[in-house]
């Protein structure tokens, strides 16, 4: 392809039909591709799921665990913390005053 005869903004609109072609291209040939390999599976008696062991997986990522309150405000019963991350501005000034954060426990 001789791109010479082209000049600058046709070379970039060139550019920016060639990239969302290669991203459609991208697309189909995958959606072709698990086609192809579901009927592969299948022709073998697996589903494709079985094949890649996610059979019976949940999707998604798990939510990060929340920890246990190991500390009360005695101001605010509602405000609590677990003891990691940092300190609640109302611990802080808890041991501000000089209290121990042990008086603080759950």
Do not use: C, H
């Not at 060139?14 to 591709?33: F, G, H």
């Not at 579901?38 to 920890?67: C, I, M, W």
């Amino acid at each position: 392809m001789d791109l010479s005869g082209l000049n600058l903004p046709q070379l970039y609109k060139l550019q920016k039909d060639l990239d969302a072609e290669i991203v459609r291209r991208k697309e189909t040939d995958k959606v072709t591709l698990i086609n192809e390999l579901q009927q592969l599976a299948a022709s073998k008696g697996f589903s494709l799921n079985e094949v890649l062991g996610l059979e019976g997986k949940k999707a998604g990522k798990k939510a990060a665990a929340t920890s246990k309150a190991q500390y009360r405000n005695p101001e605010d019963a509602s405000q609590t913390w677990s003891g990691r991350g940092r300190k609640p501005q109302w611990a802080l000034k808890w041991l501000g005053e000089g209290k121990s954060l042990e008086d603080l426990r759950v």
